[in-house]
């Protein structure tokens, strides 16, 4: 397991972008909870428990023929991470590419992600890290 929680979360967008269930699964808590994107763009819940990650990675899968996370900025706030980097794919069905700024916010009990929130609203994403633009 990474050394660090930067680390950690570096090793999370790895696993999604590989689409490696079990890598992501180690990086998660069994109480996990997902608040991908598409919660806030399409009102969908929050994946959550021991089946989120694998339902997450499913349904990204559903709406993307392809799609890459980056993480160019780290900011970590003790038991809280925030990342800013982009997300970039391109939709299935429609072929439409899309490149986005996008935040994730990881917070951590232990070793584990217990929430993460990724948005393309870096302000709520700053916010939710508990640091202020």
């Known amino acids: ?3 660090g929680n930067v680390e950690r979360l570096r090793a999370v ?11 992501l699964e180690m990086l998660l808590a069994p109480n996990v909870e997902i608040v991908p994107i598409r919660a806030a763009l399409e009102g969908n819940t929050a994946y959550a ?10 349904a990204l899968d559903d709406s993307w023929d392809s799609m890459t996370a980056s993480a ?8 809280c991470v925030l990342a800013v980097g982009r997300f970039r794919g391109r939709g299935r069905g429609s072929g439409v590419p899309f ?13 584990q992600i217990e929430h993460l929130l990724i948005t393309t609203d870096v302000a709520k994403a700053i916010e939710a890290a508990g640091l202020s633009n």
Do not use: K, S, T
């Not at 160019?72 to 038991?79: A, I, K, N, S, Y």
């Open 49 to 58: 428990g021991r089946d989120a990650a694998a339902e997450w990675l499913a």
């Open 1 to 3: 397991m990474p050394d």
């Open 99 to 111: 490149d986005v700024e996008a935040a994730a916010v990881a917070r951590f009990r232990g070793d």
């Open 13 to 23: 967008i790895e696993a999604v972008n590989r689409r490696d269930l079990e890598a």
């Open 72 to 79: 160019e900025q780290f900011r970590d706030v003790g038991d």
